[in-house]
Structure formats: C-alpha cells, structure tokens
C-alpha cells in the first residue's frame, strides 16, 4: 500500500527522500511526492507513475530544505494523476496519509461549507484542511492535531509539516505502520525497517493512538490525550544487501532463487538437531482441548492456508476450516471458546486479517499469527506469534513468503497433531525427515529452469489459461493462477480437477493452456483421465509430473516438464517453484513489470 517516509536533518532532505522511498516501491504505487519546508514556506513536487519521474521533476525544479516528508501512493480515492499525489498542501500544512479516512464526505462538505476549497479528489486532503480550519480558530499546533485527530474515522497513518514550525514533522498511527528512526544528529520516520534501512538500525515502531513529534535530536511520543508515552527503540537487521537484486534481473527471480536457503534455515530452526521432533516450546497452547481450528487469510497467504487445513484434518484430526479474512467477520462465523484462529500473514499488516484476528480474540479464542515481519502489529496482537523467516520480500508477487508459510504451517501441523495425540514419535520422525529433504528438491527444480522458461511461452502467448490439480495440490494450482494474472496479465485461474466437467471444460480449445499439475500419487489416474478430457478438445496440455507419470501420460500432453518424486507431504512446497518460474518467463517475454505489477500493492493496510 501506500508508503510514508521523513526526514528532520541539518542537510538537504529531498535526495534521501527520494532514496527512501525506493526502499518503498516494492509495496506497490502509482505516484510519488516530497515535501519540505525552504525558508519558512512549505514547497513540494509530484509526479504520476513511477519514481523516476519524480526525480526528473527534481532535476527540473530542485526542492531545497533539510525537514520534509514523502510518499508513494496506490490509489483508493481519486484516480492516479499529479493532482492526488500527495503530500497535499494548503500553503500551511502538508499531509502525507496511509489508509482510508471513512468519513470524508462528512468532512469535506462541512469544510467546502466553511469556505475550504478542495483541489484534489482524495480523502487525504481533509486531513489539510480540518487542521487548517482549526488553526484558523485559534487553536495551537498541539491543539489542533488532537482536536482533528478526534475526528476522524478509518485507518491512517499520518505524517505532517507546518509552515508555522519549520524545525520538525508531527506522525501519528490509528491501524496503518509507522516507525521513528534514531539517527545521529537526525531523526526519521517510515512506514516500516526497509525504508529506513540505508539511514539508520535504530527504530521505535508506533502503536495504535500513538501522536509523536519529531525533532532533530528526538521524538516526543504521546497518546491523544497528551499522556507520554515510551516505546522501545530496537536494532533492526534489515541491511541494504538483503534489499538489492544481487545478480538477479527482478527481485521476483532473486527470491525464487532464496527458496532453498530460506527453506532450510527455518526448518533446522525448529527441527531438532536429531531431526526427529518439531520444537515450539513459545507456544502454550493444549491443542487437545481445541475442537476446531479456523485458518484466514488473503491472496497468497489463504491458499496457504488452504493447503493447511488438508494437513490438519489428516495428521491432527481435527476440524479446519479456512476463510477469506474479507469475509470472514462479516458472516458471523462460529467460534467455540475451545477453538484457535490461525491467521497469515506476509507483512503482518493486511488490514482485513487484522480485523479477523480481533474478531476471534474477541469471540475467547486463543490465536496464532504466522508472518514474515516480528515487529508488525499482527504479530504483537495474536497469543502467539510464528514468525516464518523469509526475509525481505521485495517483488510484489509473493513467492518465497509462499513456501516459508507452507513450512512454518507444516510444522504447526505436526506440533498440533502431537499435542493431539494423533502422532506417534515414529510418525513425526518420518514426516521431520521429509521436511529436511524440501531445500534439496527445491534445488533439483532450480537446476531445469531452462525448461520452465521454454515451456512459459506457451502461456506468454496466450490470453487465458486453466490450472488444474487435486488434494494439497489444488491450492497451489489457485497460486499458480494467481502468480501468471498478477505478474503477465494472462488471465488464469485454477480448479480441482475433478470440477473441470462441470462448467470450465466449455472453455477449453486449440488456444487454451491446460496446465496440469500430476505427480504420481494417489489421484494421478484421474488426473490423467482429465488430461484425455482436455487433449480430447484440442486444449494445450502443459503437464508436470515425474518422469513415471509423464511417460504414462503419453503424447496427450503438448509440454511435459519433469518434476523430482517428493513425498505427498512436502509437494505443495515444492511443486510452489515450477509455478513461480512459469509465471516469472511468462511475465520476462511479455514485457511487464515484474517486480511491480500494475494496480497491485505488497501490503494491503486497507479494507
């Protein structure tokens, strides 16, 4: 979603504004802005699309000043144009904002009442005018804010100059990241650690009713009451060199390649040295008194979760179910008091899955957040946080935040089943000895990339595709849709298999890309009777499977792409890797943008 960033200095701000927002653009926009203040007046300059021109605006105009705040933004009201790119300014205050104010139209029309004259068509812009409005009244700064603050409605977060106290930037958090950063002479202030990586480690993340001002030698925190308040300065680990490419040609490709080494990290992490046991000794839960297990998510991380809750009802026995987070709280769903939410998370951030996890915390339920990010407010929230370890993500289109969830529920799984008493040691020895083998597989699917680069133009040429699969599988044919419409543009969507017949068979001919995931497992004989079913219509079969099933499939498959025999167990994650590869050729010959796909955004802080 949209991103924020600040600096108080001694020096000009403008080029490490700009620079700070790069570490920004993986969380997806559509326009950019900075703002500072030069001699006592606020100035700022815009520009539609990417950064880049934003700092040709810059060459063409230089924007001196040592205090000033920045943004990308990813459109909810108003189209993307110079116009609503922020920071929005009346002359007197400058606002950038992530989140949505709900409230507006109420706002705005009270405002345009009282004679405020709105140049924008965002929900940002009454942020500028009611604290103008309120000035205008008397009120001082302090005043003002609290004043406004009160107000208003939604999720936001807020950073804001005023011409009429040039030495520091007012922040405040209500749903949406922010985090202070603790320089040496110099103060920041970002959406999260990646922004505020290359200027220092040293960062103090806001709470919910948290107002801060920023001064250049500290921040003053309080809530909107005014009482201080202490929030605790922590290192972060985040490094420039885990941000950059390192070779790669996207970031999406970069963290393809990570898979391996994530993989492994995490699971010696939580596997014994004897790899015989999962340990999760932070997790106090009596997973034998649990009657049902609800699993909610959004996009990547449902299907996930999706995959989970195949894992749960066979090892744990136990019943699962797994939502949509959007839908979630709103269909009043039944949540015993002996039950657990689990929810994921990449960011930790996804505003529709933080509502679900109060949602259950309020129906009594004990909760589990698995995310990427241990600082995010998913993670201080939930009873108990499972933190998966994959490192910065900065692609847009999630891949190795995918697999790093796959293990981290895997494990779970196993610790649940155990606690249960559905799992024999024997049991857990096996499965903990089939988890160790998933960075290797990875590796083996990494050495053909040559053939899943042949095999994307296939589905580069074509305007639609089918993914179909069964079992564990089948939610990571709806990823490997997911993954070819988010970064191609090919329209793609996947199905259980044994549902082809009944409605998306109509769609199938000589155009269409049928790609089929089909290990030889259990279900590969009606697998590959649905194979006949496409080739029978003329439909483009790309296949995987093992060398075994591919020799019994035959000449019905047009492309046939050799996947290494894993355990059923572990194939979900493995069999991640060849979709991500196919979706990332597909998306390299058609010419999109990889790493920002258009429209999307990584962490999406609102409903």
Known sequence: MCGIVGIVSQEDA???????LRGLEYRGYDSSGIATIVDGQIDRRRAEGKLRNLEARLRESWLAGSIGIGHTRWATHGIPNEINAHPHSDGRVAVVHNGIIENFRELRTEL?????????????EVVVHLLSDLLDQGLSIDEAIRTGLSRLSGAYALAILFKDAPDRIWVAKQGSPLAIGYGEGEMFIGSDAIALAPMTDRIAFLENGDLAEIRIDGATITDMAGTPITRAITPTHVTGAAIGKAGHRHFMHKEIYEQPSVAGDRLRSLITAEGDRVEMPFIDIDFATVSKVSIVACGTSFYAGSVARYWLEDLGKVTADVEVASE?????PYLPPDGITIVISQSGETADTLAALEHAKAAGQKTIAIVNVPSSTMARAAHVSLRTYAGPEIGVASTKAFTSQLIALACLVIVI???RGALTPERERVLTQILLRTPHHMADILQAEPDFERAARVLSSADNALYLARGTLFPVALEGALKLKEVSYVHAEGYAAGEMKHGPIALIDENMPVLVIAPVDPWFDKTAANIQEVAARKGRVIALSDAAGLERLGDSVEVGLTLPVVDPFIAPIVFALPLQLLAYHAAVQRGTDVDQPRNLAKSVTVE
Do not use: I, Q
Request: no cysteine.
């Open 14 to 20: 403008a080029d490490r504004l700009v620079a700070a």
């Open 112 to 124: 345009e009442g009282r004679g405020r004259t709105f140049g924008s068509a965002t929900d940002t």
């Open 328 to 332: 979630f709280r709103y269909r009043s």
């Open 417 to 419: 089943a155990r606690g």
